[in-house]
């Protein structure tokens, strides 16, 4: 694991964090505790574990899925549109059908909010974590990082 995984990591998690934690528990908390489903005091060690967990694994998956793409943003793309859908399908459709609440709508309008902008924030962080110099051509390509 070279520098790039690691700045990929940080790339996800260092954004993810303060995204969740005032989507979720400043800017929107009211509307989520009117959704009364979520516990009083959330576990906020726990979703950190979640976030890291996910870090690590994007941060190896991006060079494999996205790193042959010449163009980061291009990677960016890939990866916002692919890990964004199954993320949302993970997080807001099961939820939203096993889950007590007071309304479906609201909390799938919510978590689809919050699901967009953090890839829309994320996908470039991570892609531009593998972004490199093409040797010899001075042009920046993710196909370097997919080798290395």
């Known amino acids: 694991m070279d520098k790039r995984f690691w700045l990929a990591v940080l790339a996800y998690?260092?954004?993810s964090f303060?995204?969740?934690y005032l989507w979720h528990l400043?800017?929107?908390a009211d509307r989520y505790h009117q959704l009364a489903m979520y516990r009083e005091q959330v576990i906020i060690p726990m979703g950190l574990a979640s976030m890291l967990t996910q870090a690590v694994l994007y941060a190896w998956a991006y060079p494999r899925l996205f790193g042959h793409l010449k163009?980061?943003?291009?990677?960016?793309?890939?990866?916002?549109?692919f890990f964004g859908l199954l993320a949302w399908s993970f997080v807001v459709l099961p939820v939203?059908?096993?889950y007590r609440m007071t309304s479906v709508t609201d909390f799938v309008v919510l978590e689809t909010g919050f699901t967009l902008l953090q890839y829309l924030v994320v996908?470039?962080?991570?892609?531009?974590?593998y972004r490199t110099v093409?040797?010899?051509?001075?042009?920046?390509t993710a196909r370097a990082a997919a080798a290395g």
């Open 134 to 140: 093409h040797a010899g051509a001075g042009l920046p």
């Open 26 to 28: 400043t800017v929107f």
């Open 13 to 15: 998690l260092v954004p």
């Open 71 to 81: 163009d980061w943003k291009a990677g960016a793309l890939g990866f916002g549109v």
């Open 123 to 129: 996908a470039p962080c991570v892609a531009l974590a």
């Open 18 to 20: 303060p995204l969740g």
């Open 96 to 98: 939203a059908a096993k």
